[in-house]
Each structure stands twice: as structure tokens, then as C-alpha cells.
């Protein structure tokens, strides 16, 4: 079905801010990395002829979707829910103004990719997850145009990577999962400009591949994963002065490693899941003041690193799920009236720190999952006027202790699953006062 896709964003966009997908998925914030959405992209001056009605038809009947500019030219295919099924790329030629593409599924090989060599406006290809390798690579190098690549879990390896770097525009790379290794770093000297690299669970870079990256100036998204990462990588990031993200899930970097961390001034997202960083680490950052989001799950980081977070004014979501942090921990919290995502799953928390987090105004998620929460604490809470979700699963509530959410009316999601002392006298009680919550039981 044809779509306008300004409409479809609009329509997609509270889901995706419901979900929290815009850090932890694949998906790069174009915000971030520079990049100008193809729905916001200006329509040319001159009229463009039109498109093939029959190749629109074509696209629609092989379960593709087109969207459009505001000139009526389809500017965006999206084969993602042909879930797999054999496509017909020739089709593409009947819609030559595409600057984003979409292909996704093992139905993709390198045979399909001589069907982009003739578009000239290609700026986005999404090919994750096809059966795309290294040759398919030396095919594209012949689009020109084309600035931003998905190759999320593909077997391109550095051979791959190579042919990609040599067109001059492409600067954003998504290769999470791919066999990338320090070789293929290496290969990055004379690319000072790319912007994005994502190299989630590439398992062959080690500290020896960052430090090819040490020239690239203009990387703004860096992700990269495994025990071959450690404190000496960072070193070789800190001269990379317009860093706004950093991934370092599952990989060996500890408190030292922190200290080159906490000179990446303009650093915005930093995830820290299942690294070797305590409660030291945590104040060797506390001078990023332009961080928006931290995620330290999974780690040794305990109630006295919160302080370290009072001065980060700009901060807006907080993962401290998995950690030590308790309630001498939310009183330091309490400042940081900015948080709109509170992730305290799994741990130390109580009935008594809860009273910290009334001033927190613009809380719209709390995670207290698996945690001493009961019905006192449920007092408190019933005093977050802003909360839309919240995930009490697993803890210790009771039918009367419900009704105090009974204030919590701009609520949407609660999820009450495996809360032994909840009955359904208490679910039904707060069903009818909150009619609108989707009650997860």
C-alpha cells in the first residue's frame, strides 16, 4: 500500500517512544549521527517524471510497501515484510528516484544486488540478515550515492568492509554481527569522516582494531562488544572529541578505563552492560554533563556512585538494573528531576527509598521489577503523577495495597505478573478505577 511517510511516522512514533527502542535496537538516532530523514528530504526544484504505475503494483504484490515524497515520487521501499520470499528486484527500475531500500531475509543474495547499480539517488540500504557477502560488496561499489549500511548478521568480513569503504559518501556502517576484525580496522586510516560504527558482537576486534580508530575525527556512534575490549582501548578513543555514543556491553573494560571515558565530553548515551566497572568508575564520569542516557547493568556499582550522578542535569534515562544500588542510592537520585526512564530492576531497593523518587516530575517509566517493593512503597508511587509505565513484577504488593495507584491517571502500562500476594479483587479494584491501563497479569 502506497503511504505518505510523514503520516507514517507520525503514526509509528509513540509506539517506538513506548518501546525504548531508540537505544538499545540497531537503529542509529539520526539525530545523533547527522544523518537528514528521507521523509524530511526537500523536494527537488525541477518536476520529477513519474513512477511506474505497474512497478508500484509489482512492489505491493511481492508484500513490499512504498512511501513517497511530497512530489509523489516513492523515495522509500521496504521489502521487510516479505518475510523472507523470493523478490524480483528488476522491479526497481521503475522507481529510479529511491533513496532508501529495505531488504531483509536469506531470499537475498548477491545475484539481487546488480538491480541498485542503476540507483543514482540510493542513500540507505537495510540488507540485514540476507545471505549478502564480501562479492556483493564489490557490486555495490558502483552506487555512488549511497551513505548509510545495514549488514547486521551477514558474513561480510574485511574483504567486504574494504569495497565499502571506497565510496567516498558512504560514513555510516551497522555491522553488528559480522566478522569484521582488526584488519578490517585497519583499513579505516584514510576514512577520517565516517561517521557510525557499529560493531555490536564483532567478536575478533580487540583493543588492537581501536586504535585504527584513533584518527577518525568525525565518529560520532561507536559500539563495540567482547572480552577482547578492555581499558587500554580507551585510550585510543579519547581524541575523539564528537563521540555521542558509546557501546561497551560485555566487554573487559573496568574503572580504569572509565577514566578515558570521562574525557569524552560530549559523549550522550553510554552502555556499560556487564562490564567490569564499580562505583569508582561511575565518579570518574561524573564531569559528562551532556549525558542522556547510562546503562550500567549487570555491574558491581553500588549506592555511593549515585552521587557522582547528581550534577548530570541533562540525564533522562537510567538503567541500574542488576546493580547494587539501594535506597541510600535513590536519595542522591532525588536531584535528578530530568529522568524520564528508571530502570531498578533487580535491585536493592525498598519501600523506604521510594519516597525519593516523588520528585522526580518528568518520570514517565519505573522498572521495579524483582525488587522489596510492597504495599508503603506503593504510596509513593501513587505520587508520580507522570508515570505511563510501570513494572511492578515480581514484587511484594498486596490487594490493598493497589488502590494507592488509583491517582496515577495519565498511567498506560502496569505489569503485575508473578505478584503472589495480588488477587484478582485487588486487579479487578484498579482495572476499574484506571480503565485505560493495560493491565499485564
Known amino acids: 500500500m502506497s503511504k505518505h511517510p510523514s503520516l507514517f511516522l507520525l503514526a ?58 511530497d512530489d509523489g ?9 516479505a518475510f523472507g520470499e523470493s523478490v524480483d528486484l528488476s522491479v526497481l527500475s521503475g522507481v529510479p528516484y529511491v533513496e532508501r531500500l529495505v531488504l531483509n531475509g536469506a531470499s537475498v543474495s548477491d545475484d539481487d544486488l546488480v538491480h541498485l547499480k542503476d540507483l543514482k539517488y540510493l542513500k540507505i540500504l537495510d540488507l540485514g540478515e540476507t545471505r549478502v557477502s564480501d562479492a556483493g560488496m564489490l557490486t555495490l561499489k558502483s552506487v555512488k550515492s549511497l551513505e548509510e549500511i545495514n549488514l547486521q548478521r551477514t558474513d561480510i568480513t574485511d574483504a567486504g568492509f574494504g569495497h565499502l569503504l571506497a565510496l567516498p559518501k558512504l560514513r555510516r556502517f551497522k555491522m553488528v554481527r559480522c566478522k569484521i576484525s582488526d584488519a ?13 560504527l557499529d560493531l555490536k558482537e564483532c567478536i575478533n576486534v580487540s583493543d588492537a582494531g581501536l586504535a585504527h580508530l584513533a584518527g577518525v575525527k568525525d ?22 572529541a564528537k563521540l555521542v555514543h558509546l557501546g561497551l556491553d560485555d566487554t573487559k573494560v573496568g574503572d580504569a578505563g572509565m577514566v578515558s571515558i570521562g574525557k569524552l565530553k560530549n559523549l550522550e548515551n553510554l552502555e556499560m552492560y556487564q562490564t567490569g566497572i564499580t562505583s569508582a568508575g561511575i565518579e570518574s564520569i ?51 528531576t530530568s529522568i524520564q526512564d528508571l530502570n531498578l530492576w533487580a535491585t536493592q531497593v525498598t519501600d523506604a527509598g521510594l519516597s525519593h523518587l516523588t520528585s522526580l516530575t ?16 506503593l504510596i509513593q508511587i501513587g505520587k508520580l503523577s507522570t508515570l505511563k509505565n510501570l513494572i511492578l513484577r515480581s514484587t511484594q504488593i498486596t490487594d490493598d495495597g493497589i488502590e494507592h495507584l488509583s491517582t496515577l491517571t495519565n498511567l498506560e502500562d502496569l505489569n503485575v505478573e508473578f505478584c503472589t500476594s495480588l488477587g484478582d479483587t485487588g486487579k479487578k479494584r484498579i482495572q476499574e478505577k484506571l480503565p485505560k491501563v493495560v493491565l499485564t497479569q
Open 286 to 336: 561524573a564531569g559528562l554533563h551532556k549525558l542522556k542516557y547510562l546503562k550500567v547493568r549487570g555491574t558491581l556499582v553500588g549506592s555511593t556512585a549515585m552521587n557522582a550522578l547528581a550534577n548530570m542535569t541533562a540525564l533522562k534515562r537510567l538503567d541500574l538494573s542488576e546493580t547494587q544500588v539501594g535506597d541510600a542510592g535513590l536519595a542522591d537520585l532525588s536531584k535528578l
Open 219 to 240: 565518529l560520532k556512534f561507536l559500539r563495540v562488544w567482547g572480552s577482547q575490549i578492555t581499558d587500554q582501548g580507551m585510550v585510543y578513543l579519547v581524541g575523539l
Open 362 to 377: 518528568n518520570l514517565t517509566i519505573l522498572n521495579l521489577d524483582q525488587t522489596h517493593v510492597g504495599d508503603e512503597g
Open 73 to 81: 515520487i516513492v523515495n522509500f521501499v521496504d521489502f521487510g515484510g
Open 12 to 69: 509509528i512514533l509513540p509506539i517506538l517512544l513506548a518501546c525504548g527502542c531508540t537505544d538499545d535496537s540497531t537503529e542509529i538516532s539520526s539525530v545523533a549521527t547527522g544523518a537528514t530523514p528521507i521523509a524530511n528530504q526537500p523536494v527537488p526544484a525541477e518536476p520529477r517524471p513519474a513512477d511506474s504505475a505497474a512497478a508500484i503494483k509489482k512492489i505491493e504484490d511481492m508484500y513490499g510497501e512504498v512511501f513517497k515524497a
Open 184 to 196: 578490517g580496522l585497519a583499513l579505516v586510516k584514510d576514512r577520517t569522516d565516517i561517521i557510525v
